[in-house]
């Protein structure tokens, strides 16, 4: 079955720097689409990246813009997410999600913790 | 940017249908994809492209989309439908995806 397996959160200061992975199996990786979507505690979901299959095509939300960057590696069936100059306002849980076009956001890690705290 | 409103909850008894709307400025020329969130637990999708319901989603969720509002509809709603419903769109104007507040759906 579909999995995607987020890694790599933890506790940053502000400034500071952090990388998320995300392993996907039981799916043809390199066929689609892939975001990072994130929750600050008891807030809704904010849409942060997404990076087309072949990664010719990537997009951010405004308030990460020119500090965020998805990737990816679909040799090694893995998504990308390097977070730079962290602020207290990017702290929550960050998902990797599939995109299935047409038919939305269809398979969801179960998210990593990022925490950005002094 | 492109901005969608949900109400930010709905109470229901056991039985009864629940309808959780999603507004936005002419959301109907957009594809509305809808997902429930139950505490501590990653999303689920239960509606995409307005009204298409994915396999192991039950019957009891619908979903309809016209001018400014988009609706999910869950009928004969059950204790575990309690959760959080989020409406979501592509703004290809922005190049964003986008989701709306949430609707805490609570079974009274």
């Known amino acids: 079955q579909i999995q995607l397996v987020e890694s790599g959160g933890g506790v940053v200061q502000p400034g500071k720097s952090l990388r998320l992975s995300c392993e996907a199996s039981?799916?043809?990786?390199?066929?689609?689409?892939m975001h990072w979507v994130r929750q600050a505690p008891g807030k809704g979901l904010e849409w942060v990246a997404v990076i087309w299959h072949d990664g010719r095509k990537i997009y951010y939300a405004d308030p990460v813009k020119g500090r965020f960057t998805i990737s990816r590696d679909n040799s090694e069936n893995t998504l990308y997410l390097q977070m730079n100059t962290l602020r207290v306002d990017d702290m929550g849980v960050y998902y990797c999600a599939r995109d299935a076009s047409n038919e939305g956001i269809d398979s969801w890690g179960q998210g990593t913790l990022v925490t950005v705290s002094s | 940017s492109y901005v969608l409103t949900q109400p930010p909850s709905v109470s229901v008894a056991p039985g009864q249908t629940a309808r959780i709307t999603c507004g936005g400025d002419n959301v109907g020329s957009k594809s509305v994809h809808w997902y429930q969130q139950k505490p501590g637990q990653a999303p689920v999708l239960v509606i995409y492209f307005d009204s298409g319901r994915p396999s192991g989603i039950p019957e009891r969720f619908s979903g309809s989309n016209s001018g400014n509002t988009a609706t999910l509809t869950i009928t004969t709603v059950q204790a575990g439908d309690e959760a959080d419903y989020f409406c979501q769109v592509w703004d290809g104007s922005s190049d964003h995806y986008v989701f709306g507040p949430g609707t805490g759906v609570t079974v009274l």
């Open positions: 039981g799916f043809t990786f390199s066929n689609y689409g």
